[in-house]
């Protein structure tokens, strides 16, 4: 996978983990407070080119998500079904693509 | 919003009922290469479990864990549950070594009440019972699948 891909797929799921703290403790978990999961953040984030992180910046604050996956060859944020011929399968995941409806960067999850 | 149903998704579980490990993080690698994803996502899902390990630990008590994250990897919610050969220490919160452990794995996209719902009906349904109490007995996968919708039946509304 592409390396660039896999940081913001991490990226992601850090904002996640820390989005979802307060519900979990609704749920009843015992969450400490998120020094590691701000250091991990920082440190993945000095990992992106700028135009990247940027671009992930921009997305989420747009949409909530800035990566989302592709099953069946539909973007899972917009639902655009994608034209096989988009991207060989070589090319999944080897490259950071974006949809070309909604602009969100598309990790291949099949 | 799908219902969630928590006998479906034990029932598609992928179990495993004789783990060996002696550390935690070795129990939660046992436990995704139960899932049927490739290599590259077990290494994401992993860093994903451990990173919400993380932030406390997901030992509810009474020899129960419930290792969870959201993660991209998975297209809908996925569980694998272990039974312990030894009890392993987790850190849970009432200091006891840990024999049940419930992996779960949700979507990072979509809303996430199924997700928090499942997790909130198995810690409630744990919080009655103990595995302390041989309760799971049985060396046979569909026998324990058995037992273990037996107990969540009242609890899925």
């Not at chain 1, 891909?5 to 703290?21: N, R, V, W």
């Not at chain 1, 993945?44 to 998500?65: A, C, F, M, Q, W």
């Not at chain 2, 579980?13 to 290469?33: G, Y």
């Not at chain 2, 810690?123 to 109490?133: G, H, L, M, Y």
Request: charged share 30%.
């Amino acid at each position: 996978m592409n390396k660039q891909l896999l940081l913001l797929i991490s990226l992601q799921e850090l904002d996640i983990l820390k989005k979802d703290k307060k519900n979990e403790e609704e749920v009843g978990f015992e969450l400490e407070d998120l020094k590691e999961i701000e250091e991990a953040r920082v440190k993945i984030v000095s990992e992106l080119p700028d135009h990247l992180y940027r671009k992930y910046t921009r997305l989420t604050k747009r949409y909530g998500n800035a990566v989302v996956p592709v099953v069946n060859n539909i973007c899972q944020g917009c639902y655009l079904v994608f034209p096989t011929q988009m991207i060989s399968p070589e090319q999944k995941n080897e490259t950071v693509t974006t949809c070309p409806s909604c602009g969100r960067i598309l990790y291949w999850a099949d | 919003m799908p219902k969630t149903s928590i006998p479906d998704l034990v029932n598609n579980a992928k179990i495993s009922l004789n783990v060996q490990s002696e550390n935690k993080k070795d129990v939660l690698k046992q436990l995704i290469q139960l899932f049927e994803i490739n290599e590259e996502q077990k290494d994401l899902l992993y860093n994903s479990v451990l990173q919400r390990e993380e932030m406390g630990s997901t030992g509810i008590g009474k020899g129960i864990a419930i290792p969870h994250t959201r993660s991209m990897v998975v297209t809908d919610i996925m569980i694998a549950i272990g039974c312990l050969d030894k009890p392993l220490d987790f850190n849970s919160i009432d200091g006891k070594p840990v024999r049940l452990i419930f992996l779960i794995v949700a979507p990072p996209y979509g809303s996430n009440r199924k997700y928090l719902i499942l997790l909130g009906k198995i810690a409630e349904t744990f919080q009655e019972i103990s595995a302390d109490k041989n309760l799971f007995t049985t060396t046979d996968v569909e026998s324990f699948k058995d037992e273990l919708c037996k107990l969540f039946e009242n609890k899925d509304e």
